[in-house]
């Protein structure tokens, strides 16, 4: 098992919130930038952590803390992460 953050699901939905990606536009500075996308891979890092210790039902219970808009912004950028990586649906 590879070693993640330990967050409590609270603070994960913290994490996603604080990341503050719905204020993300294409003028935005790069450092500010990077730090929002750093923090919300910090948190996907904790979600994934929370998933191997408690199950994919701790991570929906996380999801479900966000508003509709934070979660497809999170989803979104998530997603687009994976793309990058050598994930399978299939396993």
């Given at each position: 098992?590879?070693?993640?953050?330990?967050?409590?699901?609270?603070?994960?939905?913290?994490?996603?919130?604080g990341a503050r990606l719905l204020e993300l536009r294409v003028d935005t500075?790069?450092?500010?930038?990077?730090?929002?996308?750093?923090?919300?891979?910090?948190?996907m890092d904790a979600l994934c952590g929370l998933s191997q210790r408690a199950g994919t039902n701790a991570v929906w219970?996380?999801?479900?803390?966000?508003?509709?808009?934070?979660?497809?912004?999170?989803?979104?950028?998530?997603?687009s992460e994976l793309s990058e990586t050598a994930f399978s649906a299939a396993g």
């Open positions: 098992m590879t070693d993640r953050i330990v967050l409590e699901p609270e603070e994960i939905a913290g994490m996603i919130r500075p790069p450092d500010t930038r990077e730090r929002r996308l750093a923090a919300a891979m910090t948190a219970d996380v999801l479900e803390m966000l508003e509709r808009r934070e979660l497809l912004a999170f989803s979104t950028l998530m997603a």
